[in-house]
């Protein structure tokens, strides 16, 4: 058997083994999805009216919703992803990596099933919250199949390159609540980026920050391929940041995870 088949064989049991603990600890992934749904219900039915003023053009109710859908989607996968830097770091705290290093396993693979996994539940948790965002009435009737196809490759690209950071950030936590604290940017970012009003009604000196972090594309190139908005620079920015905390991360995990002890 090739090395290449071996890597595939050994990260296709991790990643069973890390959906499994998904489902028997269902807990964990069940509280950092209430946290976008709570937001979306909040945003939408107490403060849509007044949040729905300032994205002009005397938007309702069920335009702001359009709006902040795509924002709330993409806040869900970072939310996700701070699950996946608590598991890492359980994995190596409680032992069970030492065991692995004894074994012949593809030492990577350990890392690519935590990330397989977490994107996975990153796109079922992306359904689900859209299936919320559907049922209060988000609607993208002008979106052709390759618009929601790109949209789909823009939502994986992005849950890959966040899950990457989360792996790096639950090697270098020494236990699980570290590991939590160290990926709250993951949710905190959303907070201060264009998911809930334009950058333009930001205060000026905050603008540029808004604008260029990681969410802000990301979320703008979403609502121009499902609602039809102007993408301008965003779609290749959004790339550019996927691609980069990607490669970021993905080095980051593997330089650590290489020379932990643990």
Same mark, same amino acid.
């Given at each position: 058997?090739?090395?290449?088949?071996?890597?595939?064989?050994?990260?296709?049991?991790?990643?069973?083994?890390?959906?499994?603990?998904?489902? @028997?600890?269902?807990?964990? $992934?069940?509280?950092?999805? !209430?946290?976008?749904?709570? %937001? &979306?219900? #909040? *945003?939408?039915?107490?403060?849509?009216?007044?949040?729905?003023?300032?994205?002009?053009?005397?938007?309702?109710?069920?335009?702001?919703?359009?709006?902040?859908?795509?924002?709330?989607?993409?806040?869900?996968?970072?939310?996700?992803?701070?699950?996946?830097?608590?598991?890492?770091?359980?994995?190596?705290?409680?032992?069970?990596?030492?065991?692995?290093?004894?074994?012949?396993?593809?030492?990577?693979?350990?890392?690519?099933?935590?990330?397989?996994?977490?994107?996975?539940?990153?796109?079922?948790?992306?359904?689900?919250?859209?299936?919320?965002?559907?049922?209060?009435?988000? @609607?993208?009737?002008?979106? $052709?199949?390759?618009?929601? !196809?790109?949209?789909?490759? %823009? &939502?994986? #690209? *992005?849950?890959?390159?966040?899950?990457?950071?989360?792996?790096?950030?639950?090697?270098?936590?020494?236990?699980?609540?570290?590991?939590?604290?160290?990926?709250?940017?993951?949710?905190?970012?959303?907070?201060?980026?264009?998911?809930?009003?334009?950058?333009?009604?930001?205060?000026?000196?905050?603008?540029?920050?808004?604008?260029?972090?990681?969410?802000?594309?990301?979320?703008?190139?979403?609502?121009?391929?499902?609602?039809?908005?102007?993408?301008?620079?965003?779609?290749?920015?959004?790339?550019?940041?996927?691609?980069?905390?990607?490669?970021?991360?993905?080095?980051?995990?593997?330089?650590?995870?290489?020379?932990?002890?643990?």
């Amino acid at each position: 058997m090739s090395a290449l088949s071996l890597a595939v064989r050994d990260s296709n049991t991790m990643l069973r083994r890390n959906l499994l603990h998904a489902r @028997r600890y269902p807990s964990l $992934t069940l509280n950092l999805l !209430l946290t976008p749904v709570m %937001l &979306l219900l #909040l *945003f939408v039915y107490i403060f849509g009216d007044v949040m729905s003023a300032g994205i002009g053009g005397g938007a309702d109710r069920s335009e702001y919703i359009a709006y902040l859908v795509p924002g709330i989607v993409l806040m869900t996968i970072g939310s996700t992803t701070i699950g996946t830097a608590v598991s890492v770091s359980t994995d190596m705290s409680e032992g069970i990596i030492a065991r692995f290093r004894t074994m012949a396993i593809h030492r990577s693979s350990v890392l690519i099933g935590h990330v397989v996994g977490s994107v996975l539940q990153a796109v079922a948790s992306v359904v689900l919250v859209g299936a919320v965002a559907v049922a209060i009435g988000f @609607r993208s009737t002008d979106a $052709t199949v390759l618009e929601w !196809l790109a949209a789909f490759g %823009l &939502l994986v #690209l *992005f849950a890959t390159a966040l899950t990457w950071i989360a792996v790096g950030m639950g090697l270098i936590s020494p236990n699980a609540e570290a590991a939590s604290n160290n990926a709250l940017p993951l949710i905190f970012l959303p907070l201060i980026s264009s998911t809930f009003v334009p950058v333009d009604a930001m205060p000026g000196w905050f603008q540029p920050i808004a604008e260029y972090q990681p969410f802000t594309p990301a979320i703008e190139t979403l609502r121009g391929l499902l609602l039809g908005t102007e993408i301008g620079h965003n779609g290749w920015l959004a790339v550019v940041w996927c691609v980069g905390l990607a490669v970021l991360g993905y080095v980051w995990s593997k330089s650590v995870f290489n020379r932990d002890p643990k």
